[in-house]
């Protein structure tokens, strides 16, 4: 059974930090890439940041470049993001998916993805 389990979500204050982790399991982890995407109510879900296992290349939104930092323990099967200096506007669903085209260029679109996360709530407080 594929699972995508995000987790290290909360409240936080304006400035501070959080590490969300996407723990995959029931496919070949190192054959995707493993992107963040975030969702408000009512609107797009749009990628935050991904990362190719097959060349470790990543990308960031412009939104979130010099704030957030993504990694990937293979050993683990585990994607995090490293989310500093955190904003109101960082107030989202956070879900992981991972991708077997294994491009960090699908993380301009959300759809295509294999598999999912349920999401994991973000919320910073100004």
């Known amino acids: 059974e594929v699972q995508l389990v995000e987790s290290g979500g909360g409240l936080v204050q304006a400035g501070g930090s959080l590490r969300l982790s996407c723990a995959a399991s029931g496919f070949t982890f190192d054959d995707y890439a493993i992107g963040w995407f975030r969702q408000a109510p009512g609107k797009e879900r749009e990628g935050v940041s991904c990362?190719?296992?097959?060349?470790?290349?990543?990308y960031y939104d412009d939104s979130v470049k010099g704030r957030f930092t993504i990694s990937s323990d293979n050993a683990k099967n585990t994607v995090y993001l490293q989310m500093n200096s955190l904003k109101p506007e960082d107030t989202d669903v956070y879900y992981c998916?991972?991708?077997?085209?294994?491009?960090?260029?699908?993380?301009?679109?959300?759809?295509?993805?294999?598999?999912w996360g349920q999401g994991t709530q973000v919320t910073v407080s100004s």
């Open positions: 990362i190719s296992s097959s060349d470790g290349s990543t």
């Open positions: 998916a991972a991708d077997r085209k294994n491009t960090v260029v699908a993380c301009f679109d959300s759809f295509g993805w294999d598999y």
